[in-house]
């Protein structure tokens, strides 16, 4: 076989592990049985694991940014004409590569960091090309608003990598495409920041911990946390963390369970409040918003790191999970006609749109992101 393609063949079985199992859970002989060559054979194309995910991640973004030429091209001269084939062309390709949007999203911080850096200049350039347009299409858009509809719209593609809804591929194109479409078309919201209060009493040492070590699970991942680094950064020995938890998945398990519940809360409180199945999404997307900005380490854990927990808890939460998006789509379904396929696609969207932006630098300190952050999902419900 030509030494390009097992090379592909080699990235190609190493995304789907990684898709499936998480980074680490992989190793190097893993990727090597999934194609079929020996552990050693691997070693002449990649010197190690974080190699192969650099190729993978490189690969799939050249290969977006050579589909997108031709009709980023057309934008620069037709914005309105072109918006539709753009975006039609990007979902098209995020469904294609729907492990590697996944890998994305979640695995890139374990790259190396020259990958890291060509990866963010690669995604940069094409940022910019996104925003030229998005501001020719609406020039009454300053620079901020135009990167907080951009991120969003690519949020709309990156949900894809959040679930496994199936729908015919152009059925499932279209509906990204308009999904996307509406997030750039949509007023942006006016708001003001919330102010934020800082009283109540002060943390306990098992807060402090919580708070510390879902950080840190957040930042490099679960495996690489170890009980000495939650201790330190709370600053204890390490040893004097199993008088508060047992173990680390303890501290995983909790810190999931507590943005379980918080979610459950601000669903409950939706549902007996509204007057409307309209007006309790309304509400539950607005509690959303405001549980993710209050909760943004965990909201990232609870939806990234629940493979590191038992097979009992894991599947404990993630039943907890489905059932909450469950919920949003009902309700979406009760306002709007749509199949439950879609609906769910749809609610995806909006939420990924949430969790992702304010984790995003140059968004997170907008003062009024939370107001355009529920302009948002309402632009997705609504598409």
């Not at 499936?20 to 090597?32: S, T």
């Not at 007996?272 to 405001?290: G, I, Q």
Request: glycine residues 8%; contains cysteine.
């Amino acid at each position: 076989m030509p030494r390009r393609s097992r090379k592909a063949e080699l990235a190609s079985a190493a995304a789907e592990l990684f898709g499936k199992r998480g980074y680490h859970a992989v190793g190097v002989n893993d990727i090597a049985a999934a194609a079929g060559v020996t552990g050693p054979a691997l070693y002449r194309h990649f010197q190690n694991k974080q190699d192969v995910l650099g190729f993978v991640l490189l690969t799939g973004i050249d290969r977006l940014a050579e589909r997108l030429a031709e009709p980023v091209e057309l934008a620069e001269a037709d914005p309105e004409r072109a918006l539709r084939p753009l975006l039609l062309t990007a979902a098209e390709v995020s469904i294609e590569q729907r492990a590697l949007t996944a890998l994305w999203r979640w695995q890139g911080r374990h790259l190396h960091q020259g990958d890291q850096k060509e990866i963010r200049r690669r995604v940069g350039a094409l940022l910019g090309q996104w925003m030229t347009g998005l501001r020719r299409l609406r020039p009454s858009l300053d620079a901020g608003e135009a990167d907080l509809l951009c991120f969003a719209a690519l949020s709309v593609y990156g949900s894809v990598g959040d679930h496994r809804v199936d729908l015919p591929t152009e059925e499932f194109a279209e509906l990204l495409a308009s999904l996307a479409e509406a997030v750039i078309r949509a007023p942006i919201a006016v708001g003001v920041a919330a102010p934020v209060w800082r009283g109540g009493p002060a943390p306990t040492r098992r807060e402090e911990l919580l708070t510390s070590a879902t950080r840190l699970f957040r930042e490099r991942g679960f495996p690489s946390v170890s009980m000495e680094d939650i201790g330190a950064a709370t600053g204890i020995a390490g040893p004097s963390v199993y008088r508060h938890f047992a173990s680390k998945s303890d501290i995983l398990l909790a810190a999931s369970r507590r943005m379980a519940d918080r979610l459950r809360w601000g669903l409950e409180d939706s549902l007996s409040t509204a007057s409307t199945p309209a007006d309790a999404l309304r509400r539950l997307a607005r509690s959303y918003v405001d549980t993710v900005m209050r909760s943004d380490d965990l909201i990232a854990v609870y939806t990234t790191q629940l493979m590191n927990l038992s097979e009992r808890d894991a599947k404990e939460l993630r039943a907890l999970q489905r059932g909450y998006v469950a919920e949003w789509v009902r309700l979406l379904r009760e306002t709007r006609p749509m199949s439950e396929a879609a609906a769910r696609v749809t609610v995806h969207a909006a939420l990924t749109i949430v969790n992702d932006l304010p984790r995003t630098g140059r968004l997170a300190t907008r003062p009024g992101l939370a107001a355009e952050l529920a302009g948002l999902v309402a632009a997705v419900l609504q598409a």
